[in-house]
Protein backbone atom coordinates (compact mmCIF):
# COMPACT_ATOMS: atom_id res chain seq x y z
CA UNK A 1 0.00 0.00 0.00
CA UNK A 2 0.95 3.61 -0.30
CA UNK A 3 1.27 5.37 2.75
CA UNK A 4 1.74 9.03 3.62
CA UNK A 5 3.46 10.82 6.49
CA UNK A 6 2.50 13.40 7.67
CA UNK A 7 5.49 16.13 9.62
CA UNK A 8 9.27 16.81 9.61
CA UNK A 9 10.88 16.06 12.60
CA UNK A 10 12.92 13.20 14.41
CA UNK A 11 9.43 11.30 15.13
CA UNK A 12 8.58 11.36 11.39
CA UNK A 13 11.56 10.14 10.28
CA UNK A 14 11.35 7.08 12.69
CA UNK A 15 8.19 6.18 11.64
CA UNK A 16 9.39 6.79 8.56
CA UNK A 17 12.41 3.88 8.86
CA UNK A 18 9.59 1.76 10.41
CA UNK A 19 7.23 1.65 8.11
CA UNK A 20 9.75 1.64 5.11
CA UNK A 21 10.64 -2.00 6.89
CA UNK A 22 7.31 -3.36 6.54
CA UNK A 23 6.50 -5.63 3.10
CA UNK A 24 3.16 -4.11 3.58
CA UNK A 25 4.21 -0.57 2.51
CA UNK A 26 4.59 -0.07 -1.21
CA UNK A 27 5.79 3.76 -2.22
CA UNK A 28 6.31 5.64 1.05
CA UNK A 29 5.58 9.67 1.17
CA UNK A 30 6.54 12.45 3.91
CA UNK A 31 5.30 16.12 3.46
CA UNK A 32 7.25 17.69 4.51
CA UNK A 33 10.22 15.59 5.66
CA UNK A 34 13.42 16.12 6.57
CA UNK A 35 16.98 14.70 5.75
CA UNK A 36 16.35 11.62 7.27
CA UNK A 37 13.37 10.64 5.89
CA UNK A 38 14.43 11.02 2.41
CA UNK A 39 16.24 8.39 3.14
CA UNK A 40 13.05 6.27 3.54
CA UNK A 41 10.99 7.64 0.89
CA UNK A 42 9.94 10.30 -1.03
CA UNK A 43 9.81 13.67 0.69
CA UNK A 44 7.12 16.22 -0.82
CA UNK A 45 7.37 20.11 -0.10
CA UNK A 46 3.39 20.33 1.51
CA UNK A 47 2.48 21.57 4.70
CA UNK A 48 0.84 19.33 6.95
CA UNK A 49 -1.75 22.45 8.08
CA UNK A 50 -2.86 22.24 4.56
CA UNK A 51 -5.84 19.99 4.46
CA UNK A 52 -6.69 20.93 0.54
CA UNK A 53 -3.03 20.38 -0.57
CA UNK A 54 -2.44 17.32 2.04
CA UNK A 55 -5.73 16.14 0.17
CA UNK A 56 -5.13 16.72 -3.17
CA UNK A 57 -1.56 15.25 -2.63
CA UNK A 58 -3.82 12.06 -0.66
CA UNK A 59 -5.81 11.44 -4.15
CA UNK A 60 -2.67 12.49 -6.45
CA UNK A 61 -0.42 9.91 -4.96
CA UNK A 62 -2.83 7.20 -4.62
CA UNK A 63 -2.39 7.04 -1.25
CA UNK A 64 -3.68 4.05 0.80
CA UNK A 65 -2.86 5.22 4.21
CA UNK A 66 -1.73 8.37 6.12
CA UNK A 67 0.00 8.32 9.44
CA UNK A 68 -0.31 12.16 10.88
CA UNK A 69 2.88 12.53 13.44
CA UNK A 70 2.51 15.86 15.23
CA UNK A 71 -0.48 16.76 17.03
CA UNK A 72 -1.48 20.42 15.41
CA UNK A 73 -3.08 19.06 12.12
CA UNK A 74 -5.15 16.84 14.31
CA UNK A 75 -6.41 18.93 17.16
CA UNK A 76 -7.10 21.27 13.87
CA UNK A 77 -9.18 18.33 12.30
CA UNK A 78 -7.23 16.96 9.48
CA UNK A 79 -8.95 13.22 10.40
CA UNK A 80 -12.55 14.90 10.14
CA UNK A 81 -11.14 16.82 6.77
CA UNK A 82 -10.45 13.20 5.30
CA UNK A 83 -13.46 11.57 6.44
CA UNK A 84 -16.24 14.09 5.36
CA UNK A 85 -14.37 14.29 1.82
CA UNK A 86 -15.87 11.84 -0.49
CA UNK A 87 -12.35 11.47 -2.30
CA UNK A 88 -10.57 11.06 0.71
CA UNK A 89 -12.82 8.98 3.40
CA UNK A 90 -12.19 5.42 2.17
CA UNK A 91 -7.98 6.22 2.76
CA UNK A 92 -7.11 4.17 6.01
CA UNK A 93 -6.48 7.33 8.78
CA UNK A 94 -4.43 7.19 11.64
CA UNK A 95 -5.27 9.93 14.12
CA UNK A 96 -8.01 11.19 16.13
CA UNK A 97 -10.73 13.59 15.13
CA UNK A 98 -10.83 16.55 16.45
CA UNK A 99 -12.80 15.55 19.26
CA UNK A 100 -10.69 13.26 20.42
CA UNK A 101 -7.55 15.53 19.61
CA UNK A 102 -9.15 17.62 22.57
CA UNK A 103 -7.09 15.57 24.91
CA UNK A 104 -4.07 17.29 23.64
CA UNK A 105 -5.49 20.53 22.06
CA UNK A 106 -6.86 21.42 25.65
CA UNK A 107 -5.30 20.96 29.17
CA UNK A 108 -8.70 22.04 30.21
CA UNK A 109 -10.53 19.79 28.40
CA UNK A 110 -8.22 16.93 29.79
CA UNK A 111 -8.40 17.50 33.24
CA UNK A 112 -12.23 17.87 33.64
CA UNK A 113 -12.56 14.48 31.54
CA UNK A 114 -9.88 12.61 33.99
CA UNK A 115 -11.94 14.01 36.63
CA UNK A 116 -14.95 13.30 35.01
CA UNK A 117 -13.90 9.22 34.37
CA UNK A 118 -11.93 9.19 38.14
CA UNK A 119 -8.91 9.08 36.70
CA UNK A 120 -5.80 9.96 38.87
CA UNK A 121 -4.63 13.54 38.14
CA UNK A 122 -3.21 16.06 40.24
CA UNK A 123 -5.80 18.44 41.64
CA UNK A 124 -6.63 21.79 39.60
CA UNK A 125 -8.35 24.55 38.55
CA UNK A 126 -8.72 26.37 35.13
CA UNK A 127 -8.52 30.33 34.59
CA UNK A 128 -8.78 33.22 32.20
CA UNK A 129 -8.81 36.96 31.61
CA UNK A 130 -12.06 37.03 33.77
CA UNK A 131 -10.61 35.68 36.69
CA UNK A 132 -7.21 36.35 37.42
CA UNK A 133 -7.25 37.62 41.05
CA UNK A 134 -9.05 33.69 41.55
CA UNK A 135 -6.43 32.38 39.94
CA UNK A 136 -3.84 34.30 42.31
CA UNK A 137 -5.79 33.15 45.46
CA UNK A 138 -5.56 29.86 44.25
CA UNK A 139 -2.01 29.83 43.82
CA UNK A 140 -1.77 30.64 47.72
CA UNK A 141 -3.57 27.56 48.72
CA UNK A 142 -1.11 25.44 47.31
CA UNK A 143 2.28 24.15 48.71
CA UNK A 144 5.36 25.48 46.58
CA UNK A 145 5.89 24.35 43.70
CA UNK A 146 3.45 25.53 41.41
CA UNK A 147 2.60 24.29 38.14
CA UNK A 148 1.60 26.31 35.56
CA UNK A 149 0.04 25.09 32.05
CA UNK A 150 -1.41 26.96 28.95
CA UNK A 151 -4.49 25.52 28.24
CA UNK A 152 -3.43 25.15 24.21
CA UNK A 153 -0.10 23.83 22.29
CA UNK A 154 2.43 25.46 22.95
CA UNK A 155 5.16 23.32 20.92
CA UNK A 156 5.80 20.90 24.20
CA UNK A 157 7.45 24.59 26.35
CA UNK A 158 3.99 25.48 27.74
CA UNK A 159 4.25 23.89 31.34
CA UNK A 160 6.08 25.89 33.33
CA UNK A 161 6.95 24.88 36.63
CA UNK A 162 7.93 27.62 39.36
CA UNK A 163 9.28 27.14 42.75
CA UNK A 164 8.31 30.39 44.95
CA UNK A 165 4.84 31.67 45.07
CA UNK A 166 5.25 35.56 44.17
CA UNK A 167 7.43 33.92 40.29
CA UNK A 168 4.53 31.85 40.21
CA UNK A 169 2.02 35.13 40.38
CA UNK A 170 4.15 37.04 38.35
CA UNK A 171 4.55 34.16 35.44
CA UNK A 172 0.83 33.21 35.54
CA UNK A 173 -0.08 37.70 35.05
CA UNK A 174 2.54 37.05 32.27
CA UNK A 175 0.76 34.27 30.66
CA UNK A 176 -2.53 36.06 30.64
CA UNK A 177 -2.11 39.39 30.50
CA UNK A 178 0.94 39.24 28.12
CA UNK A 179 -0.01 36.35 25.76
CA UNK A 180 3.71 34.22 27.07
CA UNK A 181 2.14 31.37 24.86
CA UNK A 182 -0.09 33.43 22.30
CA UNK A 183 -3.50 31.93 22.24
CA UNK A 184 -2.53 28.48 23.98
CA UNK A 185 -2.45 30.83 27.34
CA UNK A 186 -5.54 32.81 27.03
CA UNK A 187 -6.58 29.73 29.87
CA UNK A 188 -4.40 28.60 32.48
CA UNK A 189 -4.30 25.66 34.47
CA UNK A 190 -2.94 25.33 37.70
CA UNK A 191 -2.75 22.43 39.46
CA UNK A 192 -0.58 20.65 42.62
CA UNK A 193 3.00 19.55 41.93
CA UNK A 194 3.14 15.62 41.48
CA UNK A 195 6.92 14.46 43.46
CA UNK A 196 7.50 11.66 41.82
CA UNK A 197 9.25 9.88 38.55
CA UNK A 198 7.53 10.50 35.02
CA UNK A 199 7.46 8.07 32.02
CA UNK A 200 5.42 7.55 28.93
CA UNK A 201 3.39 5.10 28.22
CA UNK A 202 1.80 4.68 24.82
CA UNK A 203 -1.76 2.85 23.25
CA UNK A 204 -2.48 2.20 19.85
CA UNK A 205 -6.52 2.44 19.91
CA UNK A 206 -8.99 1.09 17.41
CA UNK A 207 -12.00 2.90 19.27
CA UNK A 208 -12.64 -0.02 21.29
CA UNK A 209 -9.80 -2.41 21.87
CA UNK A 210 -6.31 -0.91 22.56
CA UNK A 211 -2.43 -3.12 22.76
CA UNK A 212 0.42 -1.61 24.49
CA UNK A 213 3.64 0.02 22.93
CA UNK A 214 7.16 0.09 24.80
CA UNK A 215 6.85 2.76 27.56
CA UNK A 216 9.91 5.73 27.59
CA UNK A 217 11.35 7.92 30.09
CA UNK A 218 11.67 11.90 28.49
CA UNK A 219 13.84 13.73 29.50
CA UNK A 220 12.67 17.84 29.15
CA UNK A 221 14.85 19.94 30.80
CA UNK A 222 18.13 21.01 29.00
CA UNK A 223 20.46 20.83 31.56
CA UNK A 224 22.15 17.56 32.80
CA UNK A 225 20.44 16.74 35.99
CA UNK A 226 17.45 18.09 34.68
CA UNK A 227 17.89 21.90 35.37
CA UNK A 228 16.85 24.86 33.52
CA UNK A 229 13.93 25.47 30.88
CA UNK A 230 11.43 22.76 29.45
CA UNK A 231 12.45 21.58 26.01
CA UNK A 232 10.73 18.99 23.12
CA UNK A 233 12.99 16.56 24.73
CA UNK A 234 16.63 16.52 25.59
CA UNK A 235 16.26 12.58 25.36
CA UNK A 236 14.71 9.01 26.04
CA UNK A 237 15.37 5.57 27.58
CA UNK A 238 13.20 2.35 27.13
CA UNK A 239 12.24 0.51 28.66
CA UNK A 240 11.55 1.82 32.34
CA UNK A 241 12.88 -0.23 35.31
CA UNK A 242 9.93 0.48 37.64
CA UNK A 243 7.29 0.35 35.28
CA UNK A 244 6.96 -3.58 36.27
CA UNK A 245 4.08 -5.21 35.78
CA UNK A 246 2.44 -4.46 39.15
CA UNK A 247 2.39 -1.17 38.45
CA UNK A 248 1.23 -1.34 34.33
CA UNK A 249 -1.40 -3.46 36.02
CA UNK A 250 -2.48 0.05 37.54
CA UNK A 251 -1.72 2.21 34.74
CA UNK A 252 -3.72 -0.50 32.65
CA UNK A 253 -6.96 -0.82 35.07
CA UNK A 254 -6.97 2.98 36.95
CA UNK A 255 -5.82 5.25 33.19
CA UNK A 256 -6.05 3.54 29.80
CA UNK A 257 -9.08 1.45 30.26
CA UNK A 258 -11.45 4.52 31.90
CA UNK A 259 -9.94 6.64 29.18
CA UNK A 260 -10.88 4.50 26.41
CA UNK A 261 -14.56 3.72 28.31
CA UNK A 262 -14.86 7.71 28.77
CA UNK A 263 -14.16 8.35 24.99
CA UNK A 264 -16.98 5.89 23.88
CA UNK A 265 -19.42 7.17 26.42
CA UNK A 266 -18.52 10.83 24.83
CA UNK A 267 -19.37 8.93 21.24
CA UNK A 268 -15.94 9.66 20.51
CA UNK A 269 -14.69 7.18 17.72
CA UNK A 270 -10.79 7.40 18.68
CA UNK A 271 -9.08 5.95 16.15
CA UNK A 272 -4.89 6.55 16.71
CA UNK A 273 -2.32 6.57 19.43
CA UNK A 274 -3.07 8.14 23.25
CA UNK A 275 0.34 9.02 25.08
CA UNK A 276 -0.49 9.20 28.72
CA UNK A 277 2.01 11.52 30.23
CA UNK A 278 2.20 9.88 33.50
CA UNK A 279 4.11 10.35 37.60
CA UNK A 280 4.65 7.25 39.18
CA UNK A 281 4.52 9.02 42.89
CA UNK A 282 5.09 6.41 45.13
CA UNK A 283 4.21 3.57 43.13
CA UNK A 284 0.78 4.87 42.15
CA UNK A 285 0.39 6.19 38.26
CA UNK A 286 -1.22 10.00 38.08
CA UNK A 287 -2.14 11.70 34.80
CA UNK A 288 0.10 14.37 33.59
CA UNK A 289 -1.16 14.93 30.54
CA UNK A 290 -2.42 13.93 27.27
CA UNK A 291 -0.84 13.78 23.95
CA UNK A 292 -2.81 12.23 20.75
CA UNK A 293 0.06 10.97 18.87
CA UNK A 294 3.37 9.24 19.28
CA UNK A 295 6.14 11.29 21.67
CA UNK A 296 9.62 13.23 20.21
CA UNK A 297 11.90 12.00 21.29
CA UNK A 298 9.85 8.97 22.52
CA UNK A 299 9.14 7.43 18.94
CA UNK A 300 13.45 7.03 18.41
CA UNK A 301 13.47 4.83 21.47
CA UNK A 302 10.05 3.28 21.54
CA UNK A 303 10.17 2.01 17.74
CA UNK A 304 13.53 0.57 17.38
CA UNK A 305 12.13 -1.91 19.97
CA UNK A 306 9.07 -3.03 17.83
CA UNK A 307 9.93 -6.69 16.37
CA UNK A 308 6.89 -6.86 14.92
CA UNK A 309 5.31 -5.42 11.41
CA UNK A 310 4.27 -2.02 12.22
CA UNK A 311 2.17 -1.20 9.14
CA UNK A 312 0.04 -4.79 10.02
CA UNK A 313 -0.35 -2.93 13.22
CA UNK A 314 -1.63 0.33 11.91
CA UNK A 315 -4.32 -1.79 9.57
CA UNK A 316 -5.56 -3.62 12.50
CA UNK A 317 -5.90 -0.65 14.31
CA UNK A 318 -7.97 1.12 10.88
CA UNK A 319 -10.20 -2.22 11.08
CA UNK A 320 -10.69 -2.61 14.37
CA UNK A 321 -9.52 -6.00 15.05
CA UNK A 322 -6.60 -4.93 17.76
CA UNK A 323 -7.97 -7.19 19.86
CA UNK A 324 -6.12 -9.93 17.85
CA UNK A 325 -2.74 -7.93 17.27
CA UNK A 326 0.12 -9.00 19.63
CA UNK A 327 2.99 -6.62 19.43
CA UNK A 328 6.56 -8.31 19.54
CA UNK A 329 8.44 -6.16 21.84
CA UNK A 330 12.54 -6.68 21.97
CA UNK A 331 14.19 -6.95 25.67
CA UNK A 332 17.04 -4.61 25.12
CA UNK A 333 17.18 -1.46 26.13
CA UNK A 334 17.24 1.62 23.91
CA UNK A 335 18.87 5.04 24.95
CA UNK A 336 18.59 7.76 22.61
CA UNK A 337 20.44 11.51 22.86
CA UNK A 338 19.26 14.45 21.14
CA UNK A 339 21.85 16.79 20.02
CA UNK A 340 20.94 20.24 19.99
CA UNK A 341 21.47 23.53 18.59
CA UNK A 342 23.66 25.89 20.55
CA UNK A 343 20.58 28.56 22.50
CA UNK A 344 18.10 26.36 22.40
CA UNK A 345 15.38 26.08 23.62
CA UNK A 346 16.02 29.98 23.23
CA UNK A 347 17.79 31.46 20.06
CA UNK A 348 19.69 29.44 17.67
CA UNK A 349 21.58 29.99 14.68
CA UNK A 350 20.56 27.61 11.18
CA UNK A 351 22.72 26.96 8.70
CA UNK A 352 25.60 24.88 9.98
CA UNK A 353 27.42 22.45 8.56
CA UNK A 354 27.23 18.90 10.30
CA UNK A 355 29.78 16.09 9.81
CA UNK A 356 30.43 12.30 10.97
CA UNK A 357 26.93 11.19 10.48
CA UNK A 358 28.37 8.26 7.94
CA UNK A 359 30.74 7.18 10.48
CA UNK A 360 27.89 6.29 13.23
CA UNK A 361 28.18 2.70 13.31
CA UNK A 362 26.39 1.26 16.47
CA UNK A 363 23.34 3.54 16.43
CA UNK A 364 20.75 4.56 14.48
CA UNK A 365 20.87 8.34 14.00
CA UNK A 366 17.29 10.13 13.02
CA UNK A 367 17.60 13.36 11.89
CA UNK A 368 14.78 16.21 13.29
CA UNK A 369 15.79 19.92 12.31
CA UNK A 370 18.48 18.71 9.66
CA UNK A 371 18.46 19.74 5.75
CA UNK A 372 20.59 18.99 2.74
CA UNK A 373 21.46 21.89 0.88
CA UNK A 374 23.57 21.90 -2.36
CA UNK A 375 24.43 18.26 -1.08
CA UNK A 376 25.67 19.20 2.53
CA UNK A 377 23.77 18.43 5.52
CA UNK A 378 23.17 21.25 7.53
CA UNK A 379 21.22 22.53 10.67
CA UNK A 380 17.95 23.59 10.41
CA UNK A 381 16.17 23.42 13.74
CA UNK A 382 16.73 23.56 17.90
CA UNK A 383 16.48 19.51 17.92
CA UNK A 384 18.83 18.39 15.24
CA UNK A 385 19.34 14.73 15.50
CA UNK A 386 18.53 11.88 17.64
CA UNK A 387 21.32 9.08 18.47
CA UNK A 388 19.60 5.86 19.79
CA UNK A 389 21.45 2.73 20.57
CA UNK A 390 20.34 -0.68 21.79
CA UNK A 391 22.02 -3.12 24.39
CA UNK A 392 21.07 -5.43 26.98
CA UNK A 393 21.82 -3.30 29.53
CA UNK A 394 21.28 0.67 30.23
CA UNK A 395 24.71 1.62 30.76
CA UNK A 396 25.88 -0.43 27.37
CA UNK A 397 23.38 1.42 25.08
CA UNK A 398 24.20 5.06 26.85
CA UNK A 399 27.42 4.59 26.24
CA UNK A 400 26.82 3.40 22.42
CA UNK A 401 25.15 6.94 22.04
CA UNK A 402 27.16 8.27 24.22
CA UNK A 403 29.92 7.56 21.57
CA UNK A 404 27.77 8.09 18.82
CA UNK A 405 27.41 11.30 19.54
CA UNK A 406 30.78 12.73 19.94
CA UNK A 407 31.34 11.51 16.30
CA UNK A 408 29.14 13.94 14.99
CA UNK A 409 30.45 17.76 14.51
CA UNK A 410 28.16 20.93 14.00
CA UNK A 411 29.19 24.32 15.36
CA UNK A 412 27.85 24.65 19.26
CA UNK A 413 26.23 21.18 19.61
CA UNK A 414 25.07 20.49 22.65
CA UNK A 415 24.09 17.43 24.45
CA UNK A 416 23.02 16.25 27.74
CA UNK A 417 25.39 13.29 28.63
CA UNK A 418 23.21 11.62 31.69
CA UNK A 419 20.27 10.45 29.93
CA UNK A 420 19.42 7.16 31.81
CA UNK A 421 22.00 8.13 34.55
CA UNK A 422 19.14 8.57 37.23
CA UNK A 423 17.66 5.15 35.74
CA UNK A 424 20.57 2.98 36.57
CA UNK A 425 20.59 4.26 40.10
CA UNK A 426 17.08 3.66 40.76
CA UNK A 427 16.37 0.46 42.58
Known amino acids: MNILILGGGGREHALAWKIKQSPLCGKLYIAPGNAGTKLCGDNVDVNPNDFNAVGKLAVDKKIDMVVVGPEAPLVEGIADYFSENPDLSKIAFIGPNASGAKLEGSKDFAKAFMQKNNIPTANYKSFTIDNVEEGLSFLE ?56 IELSVFAAVDGTNYVLLPEAKDYKRIGEGDTGPNTGGMGCVSPVKFADEPFMEKVRSRIIEPTIKGLEEENIDYKGFIFFGLMNVDGEPYVIEYNVRLGDPEAEAVLPRINSDFVRLLTDLNSGSLDKHQVDIIPETAVTIILASGGYPGKYVKGYDITGIGSVKDSIVFYAGACIQDGVTKTSGGRVLAITSLDNSLSGALEKSTLSAEKIEFQDKYCRKDIGKDLIKHK
Open 141 to 196: TLNPPYVLKADGLAAGKGVLICKKLEEAKSIFKKMIYEKMFGDASSCIVVEEFLDG
